[in-house]
T-cell receptor, first 113, second 114 residues
Framework: QQQVKQSPQSLIVQKGGISIINCAYE??????FPWYQQFPGKGPALLIA?????SEKKEGRFTISFNKSAKQFSLHIMDSQPGDSATYFC????????????FGTGTKLQVIP | DTEVTQTPKHLVMGMTNKKSLKCEQHMGHRAMYWYKQKAKKPPELMFV???????INESVPSRFSPECPNSSLLNLHLHALQPEDSALYLC?????????????FGQGTRLTVV
């Protein structure tokens, strides 16, 4: 129940295209859903996050869509750029319990010119 | 300042060595974590410190020993490690206010056990 499933495992997108990464969760106690971006040899960096009382959140070219009934959420990267090439992790946490952040399995995104 | 600083950036140690990883944050966060990350895998939780007390140990072998001297510092003492312990070790500082858990990660220590 603590798992967060993420797909696809890898993604190749043309420059200017839209990158879409999907995640699904089981634990209805999760109440915070961040996305992290990680470049090789670096730590994950918080990119954007959403709470389940909101269906969409947009920050620049990055948008999270959230479907509470389906227990799914996704990251859309508009106008994808080569500099967006990185590994993306969705995550989930809940304000009670062990304050544990549960990560998805990661998606390696490559944006080609 | 939203920075979590980890030292050293790289560490090579033998299986009989004793070394320590250090992590520092000045964001006033009261929860700090150690994660281990193998190549092409998500971060894997090792330890959680909340208000300088160890609150979670995810069944980590005793050759890893965490320490939290104060609310800004977190150490991970290493002893008698195995080659399979080679990984990127990440420290995270958590903002647990506002009803959610937001983690800020350091750059990590790339550990190689030879």
């Amino acid at each position: 129940q603590q798992q967060v499933k993420q797909s696809p495992q890898s993604l190749i997108v043309q420059k200017g295209g839209i990158s879409i990464i999907n995640c699904a969760y089981e634990n209805t106690a999760f109440d915070y859903f961040p996305w992290y971006q990680q470049f090789p040899g670096k730590g994950p960096a918080l990119l954007i996050a959403i709470r389940p009382d909101v269906s969409e959140k947009k920050e620049g070219r990055f948008t999270i869509s959230f479907n509470k009934s389906a227990k799914q959420f996704s990251l859309h990267i508009m106008d994808s750029q080569p500099g967006d090439s990185a590994t993306y992790f969705c995550a989930a946490s809940h304000s009670g319990g062990y304050q544990k952040v549960t990560f998805g399995t990661g998606t390696k995104l490559q944006v080609i010119p | 300042d939203t920075e979590v600083t980890q030292t050293p950036k790289h560490l090579v140690m033998g299986m009989t060595n004793k070394k320590s990883l250090k992590c520092e944050q000045h964001m006033g966060h009261r929860a700090m974590y150690w994660y281990k990350q193998k190549a092409k895998k998500p971060p894997e939780l090792m330890f959680v410190y909340s208000y300088e007390k160890l609150s979670i140990n995810e069944s980590v072998p005793s050759r890893f020993s965490p320490e939290c001297p104060n609310s800004s510092l977190l150490n991970l003492h290493l002893h008698a490690l195995q080659p399979e312990d080679s990984a990127l070790y990440l420290c995270a500082s958590l903002n647990i206010g506002g009803g959610h858990t937001e983690a800020f990660f350091g750059q990590g220590t790339r550990l190689t056990v030879v």
